[in-house]
């Protein structure tokens, strides 16, 4: 099993489209979760830490379900500047400090 | 808005020839970072550095490679014999601290070794 999974998508959405993205992580000792966001030959920038309660920032929402090992973003009222491809990452705990990256899903926001 | 920034953003070299990437991490982070991005797949881990030395390491962070703070800004990932295989996109990061905070990526060294 992969350490952090994704569906690589690519998901095409309309603007004004609601999606959801969805990370499963195979270390039950992971510590922390974020999404980041990753545009065409351009370094992760961090999109959003993800916290046991959920959080949300303006129109994204990331959600943690530790006992399934699984983690979502959700983006409402989507731009065509979210184009991007989102990446979830884990720190897999157990004393280390490295990030451990999933493979990202593609998002292409049409007009 | 504080950054990392790497350079050069480009680097072209032959096989066989050592090569050093430069970075240099925000100013308060203690930690930091290399991952490296081949065309096409996912960002993987290089190595970790705290208090001047290697905390963590993958097992792609060979003989080969080494890392180094070599002043109170820069810290440098050095590849002694370059090899095709390494074409790679190269991050540096920092972060505050190691676990449970975000870390921050420069904008990325392109190594192209032919």
């Known amino acids: 099993r992969k350490e952090v999974e994704q569906d690589p998508g690519p998901f095409n959405v309309p603007e004004g489209a609601t999606v959801a993205f969805n990370c499963t992580y195979s270390?039950?000792?992971?510590?922390?979760f974020f999404w980041y966001r990753q545009d065409c030959r351009k370094e992760p920038k961090l999109l959003m830490s993800?916290?046991?309660s959920g959080n949300e920032d303006g129109r994204f929402t990331a959600q943690l379900n530790r006992a399934s090992q699984y983690i979502s973003l959700l983006i409402r009222d989507s731009k065509l500047s979210d184009s991007a491809t989102y990446l979830c990452?884990?720190?897999?705990?157990?004393?280390?400090?490295?990030?451990?990256f999933g493979s990202g899903t593609r998002l292409q926001v049409q007009p | 808005e504080p950054e990392v920034t790497q350079t050069p953003s480009h680097q072209v070299t032959q096989m066989g020839q050592e090569v050093i990437l430069r970075c240099v991490p925000i100013?308060?982070?203690?930690?930091f970072y290399w991952y490296r991005q081949i065309l096409g797949q996912k960002v993987e881990f290089l190595v970790s550095?705290?208090?001047?030395?290697?905390?963590?390491k993958s097992e792609i962070f060979d003989d080969q490679f080494s890392v180094e703070r070599p002043d109170g800004s820069n810290f440098t990932l050095k590849i002694r014999s370059t090899k095709l295989e390494d074409s790679a996109m190269y991050f540096c990061?920092?972060?505050?601290?190691?676990?449970?905070?975000?870390?921050?990526f420069g904008q990325g060294t392109r190594l192209t070794v032919v």
């Open positions: 990061a920092s972060s505050v601290s190691g676990r449970n905070t975000e870390a921050f």
């Open positions: 270390n039950s000792a992971s510590q922390s």
């Open positions: 993800v916290y046991s």
């Open positions: 990452v884990v720190n897999m705990g157990t004393g280390r400090r490295a990030l451990t």
């Open positions: 100013s308060n982070h203690l930690y």
């Open positions: 550095f705290y208090n001047n030395e290697i905390s963590e």
